[in-house]
């Protein structure tokens, strides 16, 4: 358990850091072009997604968020106490992440995003953000394993861009994001419309996955 516990602290840390700092690098760097910032934003993320999902996926299972955690504890893949303690370390490590990436760009540590984020739209954006990121994990376990990472990672550079809310899809992350005053932060008082839509979504997720993917008793 202790390596498990490990594997998602420096997962949820490198994720993290990763969202923040490359969204501090690319809005340093587009002039203005909010387009350019989102593409930085979004490749990056997803080619740390890749990355952190083949290598510590044969580890911890690579969850990295609570939505993924609480899928497989649906699931019966983990127990209840083991789940409550990947949700901590999710938080906890990815917190530390945020604030690594503000000290390398020499902002302040302790940030409250002032961004709004909310509204129906980017609600369902993060309802289907997050029951398409757990679908994909679920499924490509079942049809192609070897294909998970890959899979993740392209999944999320493409809800970047097709869901209104840019594909949080992570509570942990949305609530780290909120500790964040730049271009990936999300406003406080609008983290708990994400995370409702987002823990939805998931549930969601499982019982079509189970529908589509397990062969009947």
């Keep these: 358990m202790t390596r498990k516990l490990l594997a998602e602290a420096i997962g949820s840390f490198f994720l993290f850091a990763c969202v923040i700092g490359s969204g501090v690098m690319a809005e340093n760097l587009a002039g203005g072009n909010v387009a350019i910032a989102l593409l930085g934003n979004t ?3 997803g080619a740390i997604l890749a990355v952190l999902i083949a ?5 911890s299972g690579a969850h990295f968020n ?4 609480l899928a497989f504890r649906m699931r019966g893949e983990i127990k209840t106490l083991p789940a409550i303690a990947f949700v901590l370390t999710q938080i906890v490590a990815g917190i530390l992440g945020v604030w690594a990436a503000h000290l390398m760009f020499d902002l302040s540590v302790m940030q409250y995003s002032v961004k709004p984020r909310t509204g129906g739209g980017q609600w369902l954006g993060e309802f289907i953000a997050t029951f398409g990121l757990v679908l994909t994990i679920l499924g ?3 049809v192609n394993k070897a294909w998970v990472p890959a899979s993740v990672g392209l999944y999320i550079s493409a809800a970047y861009w097709f869901t209104s809310s840019t594909s949080f899809a992570n509570p942990a992350i949305t609530l780290a994001r909120s500790l964040s005053n730049t271009f990936a ?10 995370v409702i839509a987002q823990l939805a979504g ?11 993917f397990e062969e009947p008793a």
Aim: aromatic share 6%; no cysteine; hydrophobic share 60%.
């Design 55 to 59: 290598m510590l996926g044969p580890v």
């Design 140 to 142: 490509t376990i079942k």
């Design 66 to 69: 609570p939505a993924v955690t």
């Design 202 to 212: 998931a549930v969601i997720a499982v019982g079509v996955a189970k529908y589509l």
């Design 43 to 45: 490749i990056a993320t």
């Design 185 to 194: 932060g999300i406003a406080p008082a609008d983290v708990a419309g994400f």
